[in-house]
């Protein structure tokens, strides 16, 4: 098992910045991917961004692509988040999640394959 701590989370005003941590500790053998996602009250998961952590190859969203940017120390103990232009509608809990590459050498968006997960860490985008 791994263990995965957020922080950085914070208030901050529409347009503004933050930058999430995600610090790793534990088994090496389960963090070939490391995910963002985040969870509003009331909403279902959604997908982030992805790290494949063996290469640094990068996958986002709609939701992301174009502002946020994920990115990781080597060897990847902390996995980051760069969040820009930060819009109202980006409050949430974010959440970092490990787990193992697919058969096809491809992390998944689905979170039922990250099988570590961190407690999360809040976002609130207000003027």
């Known amino acids: 098992q791994a263990q995965l701590v957020e922080s950085g989370g914070g208030s901050v005003q529409p347009g503004q910045s933050l930058r999430l941590s995600c610090v790793i500790s534990?088994?090496?053998?389960?963090?070939?991917?490391v995910g963002w996602f985040r969870q509003a009250p009331g909403k279902e998961h959604e997908g982030v961004a992805i790290?494949?952590?063996?290469?640094?190859?990068?996958a986002y969203t709609d939701i992301s692509r174009g502002r946020f940017i994920v990115s990781q120390d080597n060897p990847p103990n902390t996995v980051y988040l760069q969040m820009d232009k930060l819009k109202l509608e980006d409050t949430s809990t974010y959440y970092c999640?490990?787990?193992?590459?697919?058969?096809?050498?491809?992390?998944?968006?689905?979170?039922?394959?990250?099988?570590?997960w961190g407690r999360g860490t809040h976002v609130a985008v207000s003027s």
């Open positions: 999640a490990a787990g193992p590459l697919g058969s096809d050498g491809y992390c998944s968006w689905r979170p039922e394959t990250f099988t570590n």
């Open positions: 534990g088994a090496t053998d389960v963090r070939d991917c």
């Open positions: 790290i494949r952590t063996r290469d640094e190859v990068t």
